[in-house]
């Protein structure tokens, strides 16, 4: 069954089930001792399941949208569209709760987790049942959708059409759930289990420090452990090579850095110096090893799961 611990803070490695060491050591590799946890409401970019995805967030959304839906002026204007009398009071104001709460629930479900309890703690929550990319249920949430549209007006919910959508949704999340139990079956408890957009279908990551790599492998519910066995150097770096220390230890103070480590289930480094600067590339083993091989979609896939940096002991940049 899946694992329901908390992810690991930003300035330890990720895993599927909540457990420290996954992405190298103490510190993941070329990570500095002391990695702040980033600040998700300063970032210079949109977080996705970022300080929106949270506990006292939902509170808030939840009140300031009711508080706006059971306004007169707007009660007015929706007419036909809702059919209740809404109210503001502490029923309803729970009853909006729980509807987030239940977003937040399926979003924890899925592969990477929430950081639910932000701002006290950065540190993200996941099941690892559900691949982003689930594509039986998007064709069934996208089906739902069309038939929604087709009744508006009256924006009807058909009973056989909700009863057909639970019904994928609870064979999906048997079958997840059994595969990722067969999965967790053929390793110890150093390997961390991911879910892949095959739906029968695992990637498992070894964090192999003594050898300064990260294994891939992939896990079939039907046919067990497949021969598409990857390896990546966790540091692709030439050692005691000058200057690079100081230009990583400019690259790791940069927000967009702080975030892809916390977003990252590993991470590893390629570096290589050019012209008095070094380019520094953090990468996902697994996103590369789940994505990777998708033809037109590689190179999506690479500017999801890494990150380009030009750096010297002055400052560094996103490339």
Known sequence: MASLSPGPLPEAPKGASGHPGTGGSSTRPGCPDSLDQPDLSHLPSPVHRGFTHTFLFGFFLAAI????????PVKARSRGLVTEELQFSPLTLA?????????????FLTSGGVPLFYPLTAARYSAEIFSPIEVAIMIAALLFMAKLFHDRPEMKIDKKVSAAFLIILLLVSGIRLEGKEAANGFHDESFEVYPDSNLFQWTILKNDSDNNRFLISKFNLFAGLLPDNRSYPQQNIIPHKKGFESAL???????QVKLFRWKSRAVAINASESEGH?????????????YGSWGPLSAAARGLGSIRIRADENGAEVI
């Open 65 to 72: 949208l009711l508080f706006l839906v059971s306004r007169d």
């Open 95 to 107: 009853y909006a709760y729980a509807g987030l709460i239940s977003h937040l629930f399926l979003d």
């Open 249 to 255: 230890d400019s690259a790791e103070s940069l927000p």
């Open 278 to 290: 070094w380019i520094i590339e953090y990468y996902d083993p697994v996103i590369m090893a789940q």
